[in-house]
T-cell receptor, first 114, second 115 residues
Framework: DQQVKQNSPSLSVQEGRISILNCDYTNSMFDYFLWYKKYPAEGPTFLISISSIKDKNEDGRFTVFLNKSAKHLSLHIVPSQPGDSAVYFCAASAGQGGSEKLVFGKGTKLTVNP | GAGVSQTPSNKVTEKGKYVELRCDPISGHTALYWYRQSLGQGPEFLIYFQGTGAADDSGLPNDRFFAVRPEGSVSTLKIQRTERGDSAVYLC?????????????FGPGTRLTVL
C-alpha cells in the first residue's frame, strides 16, 4: 500500500519553462513534506520542504504547494534549467508522532531540454 | 564539511553469505537512518537510531537484518544469509536530531548485488 504516490514516472520540459511535479498521499497523519533531488550514483539531496500548517513555501526557483484537503502537493520549478534534470522524490513524515522516518514516492524523472 | 560517507560503494556477494555495510554520519548528527532503494522504487525506511539506541526498527524486513551504532556515531548494517531479493542500494542518512523538521542528509549509498 503506497502511502506516497508520484503517478508520473517521467516529465520532459523545455529550458526556461515551468516544471510541475505532483505527489499524492493517503496518510492523514503526515505533517511534514519534503522534496529530494537525485542524480545517478549519488544519494538524494534535500531540495525544499513544507509543514502541514502552511500551504506554500518558496525558495528561489522552487516552490512547493500543499493542498491538505486533497492530500496533494506539487513542486514548481521556474524557470527550468538543464541542470535540474534528475529524479525528484516526494517524501512525507509523521513527525509529531516522534518518528521522523521518511516515506518516499517512487520518483519522477525530470528532463529539461536545452 | 564532510558529508555522510558509506563503504563500500559496491558489494557483490553470493547467496547465503554475510555482509556488513558501514555508514559514517555527519559529525554532530545524533540521528542516523538506514533506507533501502530497489530498482524503480523510492527509498524505503529500514531503521533509525537516536544516539546509540535503535528508536524504530519497524522497517527491517526480517531477522536476517540487524544494525548497530555502538558509540553513537558510525553505524553498521548487517545482513545474514543474503538472498537475491536483498539486492538494492542501501542508503544511510543523518540529521541533527529526531525532532520534527530536521533535514536528513543522505550518503551516496552502497550498491549490494547478491548473485
Amino acid at each position: 500500500d503506497q502511502q506516497v504516490k508520484q503517478n508520473s514516472p517521467s516529465l520532459s520540459v523545455q529550458e526556461g519553462r515551468i516544471s510541475i511535479l505532483n505527489c499524492d498521499y493517503t496518510n492523514s497523519m503526515f505533517d511534514y513534506f519534503l522534496w529530494y533531488k537525485k542524480y545517478p550514483a549519488e544519494g538524494p539531496t534535500f531540495l525544499i520542504s513544507i509543514s502541514s500548517i502552511k500551504d506554500k513555501n518558496e525558495d528561489g526557483r522552487f516552490t512547493v504547494f500543499l493542498n491538505k484537503s486533497a492530500k496533494h502537493l506539487s513542486l514548481h520549478i521556474v524557470p527550468s534549467q538543464p541542470g535540474d534534470s534528475a529524479v525528484y522524490f516526494c517524501a512525507a513524515s509523521a513527525g509529531q508522532g516522534g518518528s521522523e522516518k521518511l516515506v518516499f514516492g517512487k520518483g519522477t524523472k525530470l528532463t529539461v531540454n536545452p | 564539511g564532510a558529508g555522510v560517507s558509506q563503504t563500500p560503494s559496491n558489494k557483490v556477494t553470493e547467496k547465503g553469505k554475510y555482509v556488513e555495510l558501514r555508514c559514517d554520519p555527519i559529525s554532530g548528527h545524533t540521528a542516523l537512518y538506514w533506507y533501502r532503494q530497489s530498482l524503480g522504487q523510492g527509498p524505503e525506511f529500514l531503521i533509525y537510531f537516536q544516539g546509540t539506541g535503535a528508536a524504530d526498527d519497524s522497517g527491517l524486513p526480517n531477522d536476517r537484518f540487524f544494525a548497530v551504532r555502538p558509540e553513537g556515531s558510525v553505524s553498521t548494517l548487517k545482513i545474514q544469509r543474503t538472498e537475491r531479493g536483498d539486492s538494492a542500494v542501501y542508503l544511510c542518512a543523518s540529521s541533527l536530531s529526531t525532532s520534527s523538521y530536521n533535514e536528513q542528509f543522505f550518503g551516496p549509498g552502497t550498491r549490494l548485488t547478491v548473485l
